[in-house]
């Protein structure tokens, strides 16, 4: 079987890079292109830091905000946060081949030096 590329929804993770300690930032995870409404289901969207879960929402709707994927937010950050962030989002291409599609950022935490 064939696919075509308009067929795969699209994901887009805008970059972070430094996070400096105590910083506040919102990840937020865009469906770009959504792919074929009637032969592609969203089964689940889901943030993942370094391979873990960390929030998940499933059968999302794009057309309705609250059944789609909340933007993570990180306050106050320490060295801790920092780490690979991925939104996965779990499709059902032609209603047959499961299939995900991710994007990544990677944060990268600061330490901040202080002078005596």
Same mark, same amino acid.
């Not at 930032?25 to 009637?38: D, K």
């Not at 709707?61 to 996965?88: E, F, V």
């Not at 499709?91 to 901040?112: D, F, Q, Y």
């Given at each position: 079987?064939?696919? *075509?590329? /308009? ?10 890079? &430094?996070?400096?300690?105590? &910083?506040?930032?919102? *990840? ?19 943030? *993942? ?5 960390? &929030? ?13 994927? /909340? ?6 950050? /320490? ?8 939104? *996965? ?25 202080? /002078?005596?």
């Amino acid at each position: 079987m064939r696919l *075509l590329g /308009s067929e795969i929804p699209k994901v887009f993770v805008p970059d972070v890079g &430094d996070l400096e300690q105590n &910083d506040d930032v919102t *990840l937020t995870c865009n469906l770009t292109e959504r792919g074929n409404q009637a032969t592609t289901p969203l089964r689940r969207i889901s943030w *993942l830091k370094d391979g873990v879960v960390v &929030d998940s929402v499933r059968n999302p709707d794009p057309g309705d905000p609250r059944d789609m994927l /909340s933007p993570l937010k990180i306050k106050s950050a /320490s060295i801790g946060d920092g780490g690979n962030y991925t939104c *996965l989002l779990q499709v059902l291409l032609r209603n047959i081949i499961e299939c995900n599609v991710t994007a990544s950022t990677v944060i990268r935490g600061k330490k901040k030096i202080v /002078s005596c």
